[in-house]
């Protein structure tokens, strides 16, 4: 058999009827291949013959769908877990509802030996009320040897939950839950035909508290360790999708979060989130990252970004780096990734000496050339804001009584405003420097044009062919935060380790 798979195309279509789902169809085009039976000479192309053999094209389908990556979208209203989830299909199930039963049967599929809702539990419970026939049935079949089998498959279900989901809750967390476990309780509803359910509890050893009461931050990790943890382990691997997931959860939970979606990852998963939080953000993933924007809004304008105005809605989605490239003016799109890399921490929290330098960009680019150095460093590098900017830093750094030098760029405005420091008396002339007393063939220059024409073309591919002030400014965050390696040539870290070896011996 010859089969060409260079190219398949997968389209998914739903149909809705009244706005109520009906049916998913899947349409498969690319696959072609040609076959040549027991007493052909050659290849011919493979037709199937009604009624006849084997759909060997519908089998290559399935071999090949299993290494296509299935979609799961977390809903943000699943942190709303029902006080009951059914687990049965019925009329009018909610979509909360549904989500959870699928949860429920991805626990029964990790546990193996073939366990099912359908054949282990309902059809139990089906058999038993045709059997007993009577409004008091269940209280007889509580009485039963069946009841026992679907305790003992509950049991189970509790026991997988437990192990997974409280568990990764300790190694997320870094803390002791040896004392917390999760319960289930099963029941039947008499008031939906005898639906079966089951109800989540969260026990301390002393009491049990339903989960549905809960705070919202806790029913939020609670439904997504519960969500994630069972559909990873599926053995198929999975995209998931997340909107706004950290709308529920404080600053610290947030940054929890981001580490066990670096968890899911490693197993060959992928995630894909939306955001407008800075603890969401990752340096390492920003070359993945895309901004979402509505151009219908002009959020620079300060236009209606509430949605009262009825523009119609004109989404774009560009690439990270392009659109910092193409729009670095902007800065309100991608203003959590501005807020991830170009925060600092005040400077009275580190040790000196420091070194001052006039802005964050010079900042991260000696911070990153200090990360990639073999030396050791005794400094402490402060960023400033511009030249003259050091009025609200040097009240600290005296009042400290460190040894503190500032560094300025030697262009105009650098030596203009070291004469300055020094004839007002603000400053000793052995505490304020420009780049041409670092080295004499740096005269002229500003810090950032220390970067090699190599390292400007570096920066210019990484946002669209703009290497400007801020998408430098933007790189050299990102590399600093990432810690990445070799990501400037050797003639720009020559010239950043000048500056540090210098500094080092002040």
Not at 200 to 224: A, K, M
Not at 232 to 256: T, V, W, Y
Not at 481 to 489: G, I, P, V, Y
Request: with cysteine.
């Amino acid at each position: 058999m010859d089969v060409d798979l260079r190219s398949i195309s997968v389209t998914k279509t739903y149909n809705f009827t009244d706005s109520k789902f009906s049916k998913k169809t899947n349409f498969w085009n690319g696959i072609e291949f040609s076959l040549r039976r027991q007493n052909d000479k050659s290849f011919q192309p493979y037709r199937k013959v009604k009624g006849v053999g084997t759909d060997i094209w519908l089998y290559l389908v399935q071999e090949v769908g299993k290494d296509l990556f299935e979609l799961v979208y977390f809903p943000t209203f699943i942190v709303d877990m029902p006080s009951r989830i059914y687990i049965k299909p019925h009329d009018r199930e909610t979509a909360i509802n549904l989500y959870y039963r699928k949860v429920i049967e991805d626990v029964l599929k990790s546990i193996g030996g073939g366990l099912d809702l359908q054949k282990h539990i309902i059809d139990r419970l089906s058999e038993a009320k045709k059997k007993l026939a009577g409004d008091n049935w269940f209280s007889v079949f509580g009485g039963m040897p069946e009841r026992k089998l679907i305790d003992a498959v509950i049991q189970k279900i509790q026991q997988a939950i437990n192990k997974e989901v409280i568990g990764s809750w300790a190694k997320l967390f870094k803390g002791s839950v040896a004392s917390r476990s999760v319960k289930i309780e099963w029941n039947i509803d008499s008031s939906k035909d005898d639906l079966p359910y089951v109800s989540f509890g969260i026990s301390d050893g002393h009491s049990t508290f339903s989960v549905h009461e809960r705070s919202l931050g806790f029913r939020w990790f609670f439904s997504y360790l519960l969500f994630t943890q069972f559909r990873s382990k599926s053995g198929r691997k999975a995209i998931f999708l997340f909107d706004e997931p950290a709308a529920n959860l404080h600053s610290k939970a947030q940054m929890q979060l981001m580490e066990s979606i670096a968890k899911i990852v490693e197993g060959g998963n992928k995630v894909i989130y939306s955001t407008h939080s800075p603890h969401m953000i990752n340096p390492h993933w920003l070359a993945d990252a895309f901004i979402v924007e509505n151009r219908a809004v002009d959020l620079e304008a300060q236009d209606d970004v509430y949605g009262f105005d009825t523009k119609p809605t004109d989404i774009k989605v560009t690439s990270y780096g392009t659109f910092v490239g193409l729009y670095p003016e902007k800065t309100t799109y991608f203003q959590p990734v501005w807020e991830k890399l170009f925060y600092e921490v005040p400077p009275i929290i580190g040790n000196g000496p420091f070194l001052c330098v006039e802005g964050i960009s010079d900042f991260h680019f000696l911070s990153y050339a200090r990360s990639q150095s073999q030396k050791e460093s005794r400094i402490s590098i402060v960023p400033g804001v511009g030249a003259g900017g050091f009025t609200a830093t040097l009240p600290s750094l005296y009042g400290m009584g460190a040894k503190f030098a500032l560094l300025l760029d030697d262009d105009q405005q650098g030596r203009k405003e070291k004469l300055r420091y020094v004839t007002d008396g603000i400053l000793a002339p052995d505490q304020v420097y420009t780049l041409s007393d670092v080295d004499p063939g740096f005269t002229g220059k500003k810090l950032e044009s220390l970067l090699s024409h190599e390292a400007l073309k570096l920066i210019a591919n990484r946002f669209d062919g703009k290497s400007g002030k801020k998408q430098i400014g933007m790189y050299l965050a990102e590399i600093a935060a990432a810690n990445a390696d070799s990501s400037l040539d050797a003639d720009t870290m020559e010239n950043a380790w000048r500056i540090l070896d210098w500094a080092e011996n002040l």
